[in-house]
């Protein structure tokens, strides 16, 4: 089993800038796709951002393209995820996740106020 914890969320303005960080204890996660996702208050989970084994292969939300940046550094087990131009619509608790185990992390939350 993977342990997954996020870090990194906080309180930030409309249009500033948070960098996520989701590590993990007992596994490398080089073998994982690896994926963020949030879930708003009262809403339904959605995808984020999703990351191949090697970093070649990257997806995004369209409500988030051009402003959030997957990446990941296998080297020192981290996927991050560089949130730039945040709008209040970003508030959610944001979750990594391995794609196909479905094993996830308990959440970071991030907040954007207007």
């Known amino acids: 089993q993977v342990q997954l914890v996020e870090s990194g969320g906080g309180l930030v303005q409309a249009g500033g800038s948070l960098r996520l960080s989701c590590g993990a204890s007992g596994r490398t996660l080089s073998s994982y796709v690896m994926g963020w996702y949030r879930q708003a208050p009262g809403k339904e989970r959605e995808f984020v951002a999703v990351?191949?084994?090697?970093?070649?292969?990257?997806r995004y939300a369209d409500s988030v393209k051009g402003r959030f940046t997957i990446s990941r550094d296998n080297g020192k087990n981290t996927v991050s995820l560089q949130m730039d131009n945040l709008k209040p619509e970003d508030t959610a608790t944001y979750y990594c996740?391995?794609?196909?185990?479905?094993?996830w992390g308990r959440g970071t939350q991030v907040t954007v106020s207007s």
């Open positions: 996740k391995t794609v196909a185990q479905n094993y």
């Open positions: 990351i191949s084994e090697s970093g070649s292969k990257i």
